[in-house]
């Protein structure tokens, strides 16, 4: 991808998808994975929920699940990577929208830390 304009997310998303349909090079999935995780480093920008309704961690867990299925079927460790890097995207999303969702402020409040 050197030289190469970096992929928007749903671009990301769909090629994903092929490899773990269709397969690919080693090469490919850390490719890939080196994109998801480019996102994961970005999620803190946002300044507002990602993911409010869950649609997008339920998108991540389907393509985790067929990534599930390629590696079985190859034993690639490079899938297993490339399925282990939505894992961290999915939590950093999780995360930052749950830092940001207003029932959880003063959930710390009573606890001492002293």
Request: glycine residues 10%; charged residues 30%.
């Amino acid at each position: 991808m050197l030289g190469e304009s970096p992929m928007s997310f749903a671009e990301l998303l769909r090629a994903i998808n092929t490899v773990a349909q269709t397969g690919g090079s080693s090469a490919r999935c850390e490719e890939l994975g080196r994109e998801v995780y480019r996102f994961a480093d970005m999620v803190g920008w946002a300044t507002g929920p990602i993911d409010p309704k869950g649609l997008l961690l339920k998108r991540l867990a389907a393509l985790q699940t067929n990534l599930e299925l390629r590696y079985a079927q190859t034993r690639e460790a490079a899938v297993a990577a490339l399925h282990d890097s939505l894992t961290d995207l999915g939590r950093a999303i999780a995360r930052h929208d749950d830092d940001l969702d207003p029932e959880n402020e003063g959930s710390d409040e009573g606890e001492d830390f002293g």
